[in-house]
DNA sequence: TGTACATCAGTGAACGCGCGTTCACTGATGTAC
DNA sequence: TGTACATCAGTGAACGCGCGTTCACTGATGTAC
């Protein structure tokens, strides 16, 4: 019966976390310095070579994390919000609009607010991403791109299983996630670095996803019954 | 009568473009050493130092240039897309709703269609943009936001100015303007590196724009109008 | 339970290298009179 | 028009430094019998 049940790795943690630390404070992944990390670490630099190949599989250790430590939350939130507001009495758009565009505009507002709690949290981990999602290694980038495509598919799925829409064309839908998960991405900097813009941060991501989910469904033949429940 | 009018920044010129090139295909900005660029420009290392301070001395250089270079023509383009659809002929919503949406699209199609034309032609520019604006230098990060910001500003007044939506909440048009002029930017990445899929990508920039000014239209109550125009 | 051995995480010294920056210098262009 | 001088873009050698990587070593933990 250990202290610590993961002693195995604490060297492997430590690097992760310097690199971590370093990366959100300072500079990209592909500019910190291998001595840098391990100094951070508080450890001798040759120490790096245990755990790691290289840089590059520094990078994707990290992004294998957060991609865990990410993706199943948020979708639990998704989750979390949809029950919050309305357990088990969708109906369909047709038989009452109105009801539905409240419910999923509740919805929306209710995960947005869960996903900045959750930024909040995990602040270095998200200006991680949003570097290197853009960032100069080919490697992390395509890493990245794949988890956000990830997320797009979870949030497209959410979507018709917490049934926020009404039906509509597939492939488009799938377009509008990658939208809306990009820009939650991105906005998350604006959340962690403007501190006292955070309500309004907040609001414009909820305008964002119901201008995009709507005028969606108005392309998609909805526009009367979106008129009706609106006025 | 000499054979160059642009002598005396010969240096200038080719450190510039050698950090554009370097940039553009392998790494980050910060990520560049001197000597590189001053090997890749042809050039002593020293040379330098009669150019620029520093590196982001350099970088700044690049973005006040790419700047000059993108602003107006890309505001050109617009002003050209809609003389292209309609010379003058802009009515009310009210008084004609279809006409204005499918005009509106038609502008959005071929101002997509000349935005990425210009992005085939100046595609080092837009890599370092994208890549610089969520990099980890915070001269180049807030001298790129507020490029974009100038952007989103162009957009939305067009927007007004060329009436392709009803008159609609000033701040929340500028937030929709922020959102298309950031994805335009991140799509030109994809137009860059995939060029079998451009006509998707030209398709889905479409989508996206007219998803959310249609949205934003429906949300400030042009619902029903809206909705006349689509059926 | 004890013993022998293998594996593993970590150390410290050493290497050669490319880096940013400095110095003193050069030759061409621009300017004053 | 010619002459003297200043400015400017560029050179090449030299510096000290931090870097990635290697080597041989250590002591703790895990495993076989």
Redesign the interface.
């Known amino acids: 019966m250990g202290v610590s049940n993961k002693v195995s790795a604490k060297g492997k943690r430590l690097l992760i976390e310097a690199a971590l630390k370093l990366t959100a404070t ?3 992944l ?2 910190l310095s291998l001595r840098e990390v391990a100094r951070e670490a508080g450890l001798n630099p040759n120490t790096f070579y245990r755990h790691f190949k290289n840089f590059d599989d520094l990078g994707l250790a990290i992004i294998r994390e957060m991609t865990q430590e990410l993706r199943q939350p948020l979708r639990d939130l998704r989750r979390e919000a949809a029950d919050s507001v309305s357990k088990g009495t969708a109906v369909s758009w047709q038989q009452n609009p109105k009801l539905n565009l409240l419910r999923s505009m509740e919805v929306t507002r209710v995960t947005v607010k869960l996903f900045f709690d959750y930024v909040e949290d995990h602040p270095n981990a998200f200006i991680l991403g ?2 290197e ?4 290694s080919p490697v992390m980038r395509n890493a990245l791109r794949s988890m956000m495509n990830d997320f797009a598919q979870d949030i497209a799925e959410d979507i018709q299983i917490l049934n926020l829409l009404p039906e509509v064309n597939q492939a ?1 839908l799938l ?2 996630a990658e ?1 809306i998960g ?2 939650m991405f ?1 906005l998350s ?1 604006d959340y962690i670095e403007q501190p006292e813009q955070r309500s309004q941060i907040c609001e ?1 991501a909820q ?2 996803i ?7 469904a ?2 998609n ?1 909805y ?2 019954v ?2 009706e429940a ?2």
Request: aromatic share 0%; glycine share 10%; net charge positive.
């Open positions: 300072t500079r990209s592909s500019a949003v570097r999602l853009h960032g100069a488009t377009d509008i939208v990009r820009e991105l900097m414009k305008r964002l119901t201008s995009l989910t709507v005028g969606h108005v392309l033949g526009g009367p979106l008129s609106l006025s």
